[in-house]
């Protein structure tokens, strides 16, 4: 079997047998919060160690770094950037799944050197699969993904501020405003790489970099045509140091986002990446 099926029946295994069965049944017991303002459930947990087993047991001899794992030991993220690394992030938008809400994911991808080589995005519940392999395209459904943007006068941008002090957050909004559309943003980075790709949404901007977050969702996008930096325009790789993504489903949306988002006056070239 092709690495892309292996890989797409694992992740369907897992979220029939350990997400699916949880969404809307999670007792209080089952959410718990391991950071401040950070939750997880014990679905994330089980789904994460079902993930890391079957990955390992594929036999790649890629390192395996999970969400979760990370959260127990942040050692696990030294090195990152080199070398053969799984990526899992087992249920991406754990806060709306854990208020009993849509959207939420599952993401895995497989990177070298820091540059996502394959990745997958599920979403549990519709069971929607995007797949994509550097330099080989994109499908979703098995299905051939093609450009897409909304055709919309003003980009349609989802604005990820909400990490930024409250302050900086107005300014961001008050100067974007003044030239894209603002949407709301999914609170699920595996909801956010498919609007983009699939024309839903023309632009998104996140401060937070956390590697199984965008990995798998960069390389969907790309394959069909969008583009992703840094916010100081240098190409995304993990482990490089660098803040924040601004993703838009063209260069030339990219552009214009970059050219509002990324101005003086939202001053978000000075913000820092202290939470990555």
């Not at 993930?51 to 001899?61: E, F, P, S, T, V």
């Not at 939420?104 to 979403?123: K, S, T």
């Not at 003044?178 to 699920?188: A, K, N, Q, S, T």
Request: hydrophobic share 40%; with cysteine.
């Amino acid at each position: 079997m092709h690495l892309r099926d292996e890989v797409s029946a694992i992740m369907r295994g897992v979220a029939a047998q350990v997400v699916t069965p949880r969404f809307r049944m999670l007792a209080a017991d089952e959410i718990t919060e391991k950071s401040p303002g950070e939750i997880v459930t014990s679905a994330d947990r089980e789904a994460e160690l079902r993930l890391h087993d079957a990955l390992d047991g594929l036999g790649l001899g890629a390192r395996i770094v999970g969400e979760e794992a990370v959260a127990q030991d942040r050692s696990l993220l030294d090195g990152i950037g080199s070398g053969l690394v799984w990526l899992i992030d087992p249920l991406d938008g754990t806060a709306n799944f854990a208020a009993g809400k849509e959207p939420f994911g599952m993401m895995v991808a497989l990177i070298e050197d820091g540059v996502p080589q394959a990745g997958w995005i599920l979403a549990p519940r519709s069971g929607r699969l995007c797949h994509a392999q550097r330099g080989r395209g994109a499908s979703c459904d098995g299905q051939s993904v093609r450009p897409a943007q909304t055709g919309r006068a003003r980009p349609q941008a989802a604005l990820g501020t909400q990490f930024l002090p409250a302050p900086h957050r107005t300014r961001v909004h008050a100067h974007a405003e003044r030239f894209l559309g603002i949407v709301p943003i999914p609170r699920c980075a595996a909801e956010s790489y498919p609007r983009l790709a699939l024309g839903q949404d023309d632009v998104a901007l996140f401060q937070r970099t956390l590697p199984w977050d965008h990995a798998a969702g960069i390389l969907f996008l790309e394959e069909v045509g969008g583009h992703v930096t840094h916010w100081n325009g240098k190409p995304y790789r993990i482990g490089g140091g660098n803040t924040g993504i601004l993703a838009a489903a063209s260069e030339s949306l990219w552009q214009i986002a970059a050219g509002v988002l990324l101005s003086p006056e939202t001053g978000l070239r000075e913000v820092e990446d202290t939470i990555s």
